[in-house]
């Protein structure tokens, strides 16, 4: 048997991650069936499940990947710009955010696995955030975890609003930001 290249498996997985994030936004978790995710893929069972052992594994890998991607984009170039990705994303992105928010809440053992996904990236956008406290870009009078927090629910709701249908004009939104973690004169 040929031994397929990096790329080929690269581009399979993709196809795999893709078509599964369009079932689960169109039908969530429960009703994306293996059978809708092979129509929704364009593979069988057997291809689908050769990249990821269970339903439950694709779409943790799914969630864990927009996560990882969201993170980069804050330590590469910052959270306004993270922020402005959101407001752009396609609506699908939005059903699976808010189907892995709902797993977090139901599932123990899906919320103890969440909490473990990605410590070295998480690391690297602590990492982000004390430097602009170190520079003196963020105020100093808030624990730095709660502007962390500050910025995570307002990117939740640009979240909401973009995939509800809800154009955000996220310029405005960022300026808020902006000054509610200025420091302090």
Known sequence: MPKRSEEHLEARRRQIVDGARRAFARHGYERA??????????????????????????????????????????????????????????????GVYLENARRIR?????????????????QRADEYFERLLAEGEL???????????????????????????FPVDVEPVIGLIRDALAPRK
Do not use: C
């Open 106 to 122: 139901t599932d123990a053992d899906f919320r103890e696995r969440w909490k473990q996904r990605s410590p070295e990236l998480e």
């Open 33 to 94: 069936t293996v059978a809708v995710l092979e129509d929704e893929i364009g593979l069988s069972r057997g291809a689908i499940f050769n990249y990821f052992p269970s339903k439950l594994e694709l779409f943790y890998a799914l969630a864990v990947d927009d996560y990882a991607n969201a993170l980069t984009t804050v330590v590469q170039q910052g959270w306004e710009e993270a922020i402005r990705e959101i407001a752009e994303k396609n609506p699908d992105w939005l």
């Open 139 to 165: 105020r100093d009078d808030v624990p730095l975890d709660q502007l962390g927090r500050f910025v995570a629910l307002v990117a939740d709701g640009v979240a909401l609003q973009t995939g509800a249908g």
